[in-house]
Structure formats: structure tokens, C-alpha cells
């Protein structure tokens, strides 16, 4: 799943990155952004289909820890 702030999944604010964080905690255990099912990126998608919402990277992301760079948030997740 990805997470972003709008279809062009610009920038997060300072406020929009601390309820991300708190995602992360309760995900992970710790806001990092870099290790476990929670992953934040400054690269944004190359495109976003609205009929089937299909997220595409042109190439794997590289995950960062939160900052106002970041455009986006991945959540890895399976059923248990």
C-alpha cells in the first residue's frame, strides 16, 4: 500500500510526518522509516492508475528516515 498526500504524492508537512511516524510505531515498534513493514521515500511513483489504482516505480524506491522529503510511505503487509 502506498500513502501519499495527493495524486502527485508531493512533499509531507511537519504535522502530516508525525502521524505517519505513529503509524510506523504502531506498525514497527520504532518511526525510523527505513526497517520493518513501514518504509518512507522521497521518490514519488511514476504513475498512479485512478481506474485500478496501481502504484509503479520505474525503478525500486531507496527508503529514508521521515523528513519534509519525504513523498511517500509504504506499508508491506500479508495476512497472517
Known amino acids: 500500500m502506498v500513502l501519499c498526500k495527493s ?3 508531493g512533499q509531507f508537512t511537519s504535522e502530516e ?3 505517519l511516524e505513529a503509524f510506523d510505531t504502531t506498525i514497527d515498534g520504532s518511526a525510523d522509516g527505513i526497517t ?3 518504509k518512507a521515500t522521497t521518490a514519488a511513483p511514476n504513475t498512479i492508475s485512478s481506474t485500478s489504482w496501481l502504484v509503479t516505480y ?4 531507496t527508503f ?6 519525504t513523498q511517500a510511505v509504504l ?3 500479508d495476512r497472517k
Open 17 to 19: 510526518l508525525a502521524y
Open 58 to 61: 520505474a525503478s525500486d524506491p
Open 75 to 77: 506499508y508491506y503487509f
Open 64 to 69: 529514508t528516515a521521515f523528513s519534509t522529503s
Open 36 to 38: 520493518g513493514r513501514v
Open 7 to 9: 495524486s502527485a504524492c
